[in-house]
């Protein structure tokens, strides 16, 4: 019965995932990859990266790794032996800078250089994994597109962020350094590929599911069309898929998109991933409670409900009767628990659904894992695709029943730790 309620209101407001037709969907996926790979341009950067997986690598060498994502900035030192086995030392942690508060050009690598300038000085080859919209040059500099995941440093847009971080370094100790700039998505598939070296898969996606969304593949240069100067047979293509704006939104969804630092960009990410999830999961419970769905005291606790957050969400559907949990805090009724944790687990599943969505487009599009002994190997990254409860098996039952049973294509994740570090390392040492 409270199912019935659930999805009837979710589906009057356009969140129903049910509602989303899985091939109409991954098609118009693989349509706006075809346009962004060419001069047309669509919704979907597909950023050629100028690497593809057949690196040598520079081994009993240090690399400075820096990796700077959505929540986190994390530096270090890696080297690889001459078996490939990767070591990490050196490694420290803090909040990404520009999240906190507004930052100009100036404080934006005057940070980067003080958070970085110990571990650079022992090494001059540099591998920084910047998950953010960037265009990467033949010297693997990267050019600032537009900040996404709720960044504030306006100044920086339009910026080669490796050239400004080797300025910086340079006024510090007068030594020249060598930098190449990569997606998170990138290093998490070079990594992958890394640990996997043995293994003869058909391809390789690089999948992040955590503060933010997007995902890189191989694809054949020549398919490449917008651009003529591809070195190889094959290049990795950052998606930068959160972007994508071609999915049936709903209510919920336009609201917190008005509601954040980019109206009208990713949307895709918007509405599934880490940053994002925790308030617009907010914004579903208080429709639900304007119309009545709970019981009269919940509705009220529930309408007054603020700065709700993905690890709040997290825990209630890990431990729904905990009663430390903000939403727990809210139930007066065992009803009030059920119809919470079933709009939840909706929300959850509409995000697997959107991320298999995505994956299979893309696998779809190469045609690779025909072969069941040789699967497309997904190497898939972020707190969230990691502790999100439950959307590990919903993503693998859409790919399974869509990807697989309707279209006999295979596939595998990988995970392993460190995989972006390792990844950038192995950018920042392939000759
Ligand atoms: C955002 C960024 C993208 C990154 C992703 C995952 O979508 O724009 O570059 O890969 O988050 O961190």
Known sequence: ???????????QHGMYYGDLNFETECQKFIAEMEKGLSQEGSSLDMIPTYLSVKNNID????????????????????????????????????RMPGIERELSKQEFFGT?????????????????CFSYPTQINKDKDGLLLRWSKEVKAPEVVGEMIGA???????????????????????????????ITSERNFDGYIGFIFGTGTNLCYIEDSSKITKITDAQDDTMIINTESGAYNKLPRGAMDKVLDESS????????????SGRYLGPLVQEVLKGAAKEGIFSTGCNEK????????????????????????????????????????????????????????????CILKTGAGRDQARPVAIVGEGTTFYKLKDYRQKLDFYMRSHLTKEHGHYYEFIQGEDLNLIGTAIAALAH
């Open 112 to 128: 980067l250089v003080d958070y970085t300038k110990d571990v650079a000085a022992k090494s001059t080859e540099i591998g920084f």
């Open 59 to 94: 081994t009993n060498v240090p690399a400075v790794v820096i990796d700077a994502g959505g929540t986190n900035f994390r530096v270090g030192l890696v080297s690889f032996d001459d078996n490939m086995q990767p070591s990490i030392s050196d490694f420290s942690k803090t």
């Open 1 to 11: 019965m409270s199912k019935t309620i659930i999805t009837q209101f979710l589906s």
């Open 164 to 194: 400004n971080l080797v300025e910086g370094l340079k006024e510090v100790d007068g030594k020249d350094r060598n930098v190449a700039i990569l997606n998170d998505t990138v290093a998490t598939l070079l990594g992958g590929k890394g």
């Open 302 to 361: 529930v309408m007054a409900l603020e700065n709700l957050e993905l690890i709040d969400v997290s825990l209630f559907v890990a431990h729904p009767h905990n009663s430390e949990n903000v939403l727990v805090q809210c139930i007066e009724e065992a009803t009030d628990c059920t119809l919470m944790y079933e709009l939840i687990d909706a929300m959850i599943e509409r995000a697997a659904k959107i991320s298999a969505i995505k994956l299979s487009a």
């Open 261 to 272: 630092n980019n109206p009208g960009d990713y949307q895709l990410e918007k509405m599934i």
